[in-house]
């Protein structure tokens, strides 16, 4: 569990379409890339990987404390 005013890491878009190009062109397992990229942990790379499968490029763009752009969003009266 973090600890309060714990800091985290942020990765870079291009950080991490390097380590998805080391996973899908080079051939590289996720611990390999993990240990090359010196990452805490290989879910990092898995997430990642995914995200790109699921989303290309965008997939790697930061998300958090971004609004939400669904078309389930009630528009207000002006």
């Not at 996973?23 to 879910?43: D, F, Q």
């Not at 990987?49 to 752009?69: C, F, M, P």
């Amino acid at each position: 569990m973090p600890q309060k005013g714990q800091r985290f890491t942020t990765y870079t878009p291009e950080f991490k379409l390097k380590a998805v190009n080391m996973y899908l062109e080079e051939g590289l397992g996720y611990n390999r890339v993990t240990k090359e990229l010196n990452l805490i942990s290989s879910s990092y790379v898995r997430r990642w990987v995914k995200n790109y499968r699921d989303h290309g490029i965008q997939g790697l763009e930061e998300r958090r404390g971004k609004a939400s752009t669904s078309s389930n969003q009630k528009n207000l009266p002006h």
